[in-house]
């Protein structure tokens, strides 16, 4: 870390990967390069690509205060007919909703094994 930059307390949950939603589905990597590159260095940019992940991508810093920068300055930026929404990423909150489908998942399994064997609960 160079000694010009500003030793500023990152809030919780800042780290080098940044969430990016409300994407123009025509934009490409290198739009996105060119805009959060003035920001820092950028280790990798990820668009999504599948009908569910279409409009979004992740954006990885070699920095965590130049992610933090980004986000400051680009959340709410109007891009290609759009206004970007850039978040920090939280894998806890992926990992628990997919934790939670999961459950509800095997609690559909389930009921349907004791239908299928006409096991009653006791209630």
Same mark, same amino acid.
């Given at each position: #870390?160079?000694?010009?930059?500003?030793?500023?307390?990152?809030?919780?949950?800042?780290?080098?990967?940044?969430?990016?939603?409300?994407?123009? @589905?025509?934009?490409?990597?290198?739009?996105? @390069?060119?805009?959060?590159?003035?920001?820092?260095?950028?280790?990798?940019?990820?668009?999504?690509?599948?009908?569910?992940?279409?409009?979004?991508?992740?954006?990885?810093?070699?920095?965590? #205060? !130049?992610?933090?920068?980004?986000?400051? &300055?680009?959340?709410?930026? &109007? #891009?290609?007919?759009?206004?970007?929404?850039?978040? @920090?990423? #939280?894998?806890?909150?992926?990992?628990?909703?997919?934790?939670?489908?999961?459950?509800?998942?095997?609690?559909?399994?389930?009921?349907?094994?004791?239908?299928?064997? !006409?096991?009653?609960?006791?209630?």
């Amino acid at each position: #870390m160079s000694l010009s930059r500003p030793t500023t307390k990152l809030p919780p949950g800042a780290n080098r990967i940044l969430f990016v939603k409300n994407l123009n @589905y025509q934009i490409t990597g290198d739009d996105l @390069y060119e805009l959060f590159g003035r920001y820092g260095g950028i280790r990798q940019i990820r668009l999504g690509n599948e009908p569910k992940t279409r409009g979004t991508a992740f954006v990885v810093f070699d920095d965590v #205060m !130049d992610a933090k920068n980004a986000l400051d &300055h680009l959340n709410g930026f &109007h #891009m290609q007919e759009r206004y970007i929404v850039v978040l @920090y990423h #939280m894998p806890a909150k992926q990992d628990a909703a997919a934790a939670k489908a999961e459950l509800a998942r095997r609690e559909e399994e389930l009921a349907t094994l004791k239908k299928q064997h !006409d096991i009653k609960d006791d209630d």
